[in-house]
Nanobody
Framework: QVQLVESGGGLVQAGGSLRLSCAPS????????MGWFRQAPGKEREFVAA?????????YADSAQGRFTISRDNNAKNTVYLQMISLKPEDTAVYYC?????????????????WGQGTQVTVSS
């Protein structure tokens, strides 16, 4: 069983920045494709960003493109990050880290089987 633990959420003013972190445990981190999702109050959970096992292949939602950067450290820290800049009030949501095993080196929009508990990001205007 893989456990995903997110951290780094908080309250920030519009235009500010936050970096979310997610550290899986239980298995070899480099075997997973990873992603970030978010869910705002009253809305469905939506895809934000994803990264392949190696970190070489990345995808973003339109809303994240140009402002968010996903990356991963497969070595010492075994962590996936979501750097967010120029935050807007509409970015307010619970952000979830997700993982799925992958034998290739792809990023994915769906099909994740492991999920973290989420971390709250609140952007004030």
């Amino acid at each position: 069983q893989v456990q995903l633990v997110e951290s780094g959420g908080g309250l920030v003013q519009a235009g500010g920045s936050l970096r979310l972190s997610c550290a899986p445990s239980g298995r070899t981190f480099s075997n997973y494709a990873m992603g970030w999702f978010r869910q705002a109050p009253g809305k469905e959970r939506e895809f934000v960003a994803a990264v392949s096992r190696s970190g070489d292949h990345i995808g973003y939602a339109d809303s994240a493109q140009g402002r968010f950067t996903i990356s991963r450290d497969n070595n010492a820290k075994n962590t996936v990050y979501l750097q967010m800049i120029s935050l807007k009030p509409e970015d307010t949501a619970v952000y979830y880290c997700a993982g799925r095993p992958d034998s290739g080196d792809n990023f994915y929009y769906t099909g994740y089987i492991w999920w973290g508990q989420g971390t709250q990001v609140t952007v004030s205007s």
